[in-house]
């Protein structure tokens, strides 16, 4: 069969499929099926790639039409990240990419935007040191990774999910160095 070219939505009430028909048999074969309400199922292996955004600029602002990606913080020299208007559902990860040599931030929109939540610190070096920070939720608008000690070491994760207006649920593994310190300021 030829292939057909459409110009415009394509539209159905009944679903989709995508089909296999046998050469010797005939036997048909659903491969990919969307049903009726919007449901996917498929025998082959469904790749949903979700958005990566390497930061190498010193400043970055984040939008909230990005809700979903993830960021590579991959400027050594230091990077200043401000988030958006927090809003419940906004989600964002971030991969400590390159070990800092100056500070890296992630700020909120606004100071009355806030973290809950936690940041645990592990130093690589000594097994046993380990730390979990806490904001304390009156005034914490900054995560930052000022210092080895506070998490600026390669390989660290933050994800931050909005749930409100006016709060940021932070869940951090960072590695750190040295006396361990809060990120959150």
Not at 80 to 109: R, S
Not at 151 to 175: C, E, Y
């Amino acid at each position: 069969m030829a292939a057909t070219t459409f110009n415009g939505p394509v539209r159905s009430e009944n679903g989709f499929e995508q089909i296999s028909i046998a050469s010797g048999t005939g036997a048909i074969t659903t491969n990919l099926d969307v049903d009726s309400s919007g449901n996917i199922e498929t025998t082959g292996t469904a790749i949903f790639l979700k958005p990566y955004t390497s930061i190498t600029d010193s400043t970055y602002t984040v939008t909230s039409a990005m809700s979903g990606t993830t960021f590579g913080l991959n400027a050594a020299g230091g990077i200043v990240v401000t988030l958006p208007t927090a809003a419940a559902g906004l989600h964002y990860k971030f991969i400590v990419g390159t070990t800092f040599t100056t500070a890296g931030q992630i700020n909120t929109a606004a100071t009355d935007e806030l973290y809950t939540g936690f940041a645990m610190i592990f130093d690589p070096a000594t097994a046993t040191d380990t730390n979990t920070f806490i904001p304390d939720a009156s005034d914490d608008d900054t995560i930052d990774l000022g210092t080895a000690a506070q998490g600026w070491l390669i390989g660290g994760v933050i994800d931050l999910v909005g749930t409100s207006t006016t709060r940021w649920n932070v869940a951090a593994m960072l590695h750190g160095d040295g006396s361990l310190a809060t990120p959150f300021e």
